[in-house]
Nanobody, 121 residues
Framework: VQLQASGGGLVQAGGSLRLSCVCS????????MGWFRQAPGKEREFVAT????????DYADSVKGRFTISRDNAKNTVYLQMDNLKAEDAAVYLC???????????????WGKGTLVTVSS
């Protein structure tokens, strides 16, 4: 498995979850990573991205101030801390990797299977 997301589940509105994405060293090394999500009947949308060295971060406006992306390169793992979850955050969350170290909202080459986040109101 090159990219594997985990940590999804059922949470009440206002609650928190932390997603993890473990990637193979070949995929993770020197590459920016991102999180995306797709709700039923909707297009996949960008959530957050982090550069290889963790110095550059970007978030979708809808999650800014509530979600935090981070990475541990020694563990080949990227995280998405999600706080103050809302009903509209419910979706399948996917992690992805680019082929260069700078983060961005598009042009991802590698994708993992997602993890489902359900938010109850």
């Amino acid at each position: 498995v090159q990219l594997q997301a985990s940590g999804g589940g059922l949470v009440q509105a206002g609650g928190s979850l932390r997603l993890s994405c473990v990637c193979s060293r070949r995929i993770c090394n020197n590459n920016a990573m991102g999180w995306f999500r797709q709700a039923p009947g909707k297009e996949r949308e960008f959530v957050a991205t982090i550069s290889w060295n963790g110095g550059n971060l970007d978030y979708a406006d809808s999650v800014k101030g509530r979600f935090t992306i981070s990475r541990d390169n020694a563990k080949n793992t990227v995280y998405l801390q999600m706080d103050n979850l809302k009903a509209e955050d419910a979706a399948v969350y996917l992690c992805a990797a680019r082929r260069w170290p700078i983060g961005g909202r598009a042009d991802y080459a590698y994708w993992g299977k997602g993890t489902l986040v359900t938010v109850s109101s």
